[in-house]
């Protein structure tokens, strides 16, 4: 007899969600089971325990339910002989991190807090995950408005100044207007670099050919001009600082002693009479 169309949607839903249980059963035990011991971080712990609850989509009440198989040792025993403790999930929190966090962790936490800077080539995501990491180690219920604090005062100058002008007004929109300006200066260091290169492929430095490096400096020739034959021992002499060059007549040859051309004295004589006895001055016709 088939099923009407009620029953027939009520066993698929029972089906549902005896597959959902099993699957959250499932990954709940391969999480790490918490026992309270000092080596555990019982807020990692509790994060991820919340994360997978949140994905199944769970109650409270179903997270109170199921929270216990993933106890173990001190805290499992914690959690059954403290019922008052627990009555809620979010009772059970306070007071699991309240008995089982060390009473030193959250001044530890809150001393790196205010220590803690972005790292130059840190990303806006990787700096924001680890402050509102420490926030949380510091002070589980911190409020936005203070972890906003701690978000501004730890970044990078470089973004810092642009991020303030933006004023967020809670952590998400840090988030988003951090990471948006770190985006456009990101693309203008790039422009500057490319514009580098640019400039660079039109400076190249002058090339020095190595094989001229020792080669002595070679003589520069000097204009000559050839010498033409001459019986009259004529021959030119180039003048570098004329187009034109002189012409020097010479009756001298090479190795040759210089022939003297001067003219004989005149006679002594008178040039009045004639005589050659005396000078004009002594001659008689003047006396």
């Known amino acids: 007899m088939p099923l009407k169309p009620l029953e027939a949607a009520s066993c698929q839903d029972t089906l549902t969600n005896c597959l959902r249980n099993q699957l959250l059963i499932t990954n709940l035990e391969k999480l790490q089971k918490y026992s309270g011991k000092l080596q555990q971080n019982v807020s990692n712990w509790l994060r991820e325990i919340q994360q997978t609850m949140n994905m199944f989509k769970l109650t409270d009440d179903e997270k109170l339910f199921y929270v216990s198989l993933c106890l173990e040792a001190d805290a499992r025993d914690w959690f059954y002989d403290n019922p008052h403790l627990c009555s809620t999930w979010s009772i059970f929190t306070q007071n699991l991190l309240k008995t089982f966090e060390s009473s030193g962790k959250g001044s530890i936490a809150f001393n790196r807090l205010r220590h803690y800077e972005q790292g130059i080539n840190q990303d806006v995501r990787h700096y924001y995950s680890e402050v509102m990491k420490l926030c949380k180690e510091a002070n589980p219920i911190m409020d936005d408005v203070s972890k906003l604090q701690y978000l501004k005062d730890s970044l990078k100058p470089s973004l810092r100044f642009d991020v303030l002008l933006k004023n967020p007004k809670n952590p998400e929109e840090f988030l988003e207007y951090a990471q948006m300006i770190e985006e456009l200066k990101s693309l203008d260091d790039k422009q500057d670099v ?92 003047f006396q």
């Open 194 to 285: 490319l514009t580098y290169l640019d400039k660079q492929k039109f400076t190249k430095p002058p090339t020095i050919n190595s094989n001229n490096i020792n080669n002595k400096p070679q003589q520069i020739n000097q204009p000559s001009i050839p010498r033409q034959p001459n019986h009259n021992n004529v021959y030119y002499k180039p003048n570098y600082n004329n187009t034109n060059p002189k012409r020097i007549f010479n009756n001298t040859t090479p190795n040759q002693v210089p022939y003297n051309n001067t003219i004989p004295k005149p006679p002594y004589q008178c040039y009045k009479c004639g005589a050659n006895d005396h000078y004009i001055h002594n001659c008689p016709h």
